[in-house]
């Protein structure tokens, strides 16, 4: 009951900290599988959180890594994208909303890892959005193309926001504009996790 409160109260949160995602499930709605997909990532504040999260940490740390860390992100989403269209049910929201505020914990710190640690990293965030990304009310045969969508525009957003990132770390004054958004991260990420346990008025 807890875990299927998580999205509804998370759109909430998001829909008051931007309005106009209050109203951008009613215009997809006419849209076939494959854009609905590709706005997936998006319209769920779960998703795009982790996916900010993994990616600006991600972005800080030396770009030669970077090659191995999108390679084994698309893997890692592919994989759970895959699987969770065959064996594995239920809502990973909350732990996905704990890892976006452990990794922003780690940019606000701006503490370094291991390079294993970066692609474990990589794969843990990829299979979680993945898994996370079919809605359960989405039809058998519209599957493929919602996954498939979906799949593509987590990785064109992890992609982007990692190279943004990658970018600045070039001066100082960009580097603390890096973990001021990993606070924001942790803020945010902590508020919805806390929203979920409140009882409904």
């Known amino acids: 009951m807890i875990l299927k409160s998580v999205r509804k109260k998370s759109i909430i949160l998001f829909a008051t900290l931007c309005p106009s995602?209050?109203?951008?499930?009613?215009y997809i709605e006419s849209m076939n599988s494959f854009f609905k997909g590709f706005l997936n990532p998006v319209?769920?504040?779960?998703?795009?959180?982790?996916?900010?999260?993994?990616?600006?940490?991600?972005?800080?740390?030396?770009?030669?890594d970077n090659f191995k860390i999108l390679l084994s992100y698309l893997i890692a989403t592919v994989?759970?994208?895959?699987?969770?269209?065959?064996?594995?049910?239920?809502?990973?929201?909350?732990?996905?909303?704990?890892?976006?505020s452990i990794?922003?914990?780690?940019?606000?710190?701006?503490?370094?890892?291991?390079?294993?640690?970066?692609?474990i990293i990589a794969i843990v965030t990829g299979a979680l959005l993945g898994i996370e990304s079919t809605p359960v009310d989405i039809l058998a045969k519209d599957k493929f193309?919602?996954?498939?969508?979906s799949t593509l525009s987590l990785y064109l957003l992890f992609l982007s926001i990692i190279t943004l990132s990658s970018l600045a770390t070039k001066y100082e004054w960009q580097k603390i504009s890096l973990r001021v958004i990993g606070s924001w991260i942790i803020a945010i990420s902590l508020l919805v996790i806390t929203l979920s346990f409140a009882k409904p008025i």
């Open 21 to 26: 995602l209050a109203f951008a499930d009613g």
């Open 43 to 64: 319209l769920v504040p779960s998703l795009i959180i982790l996916v900010i999260a993994s990616a600006v940490y991600l972005g800080q740390q030396d770009q030669k």
């Open 79 to 100: 994989i759970g994208a895959i699987l969770s269209a065959t064996i594995i049910p239920g809502s990973y929201e909350i732990l996905i909303l704990f890892i976006a």
């Open 103 to 119: 990794l922003g914990l780690l940019s606000a710190l701006n503490l370094s890892l291991k390079r294993i640690g970066y692609l």
């Open 145 to 149: 193309s919602f996954l498939l969508a």
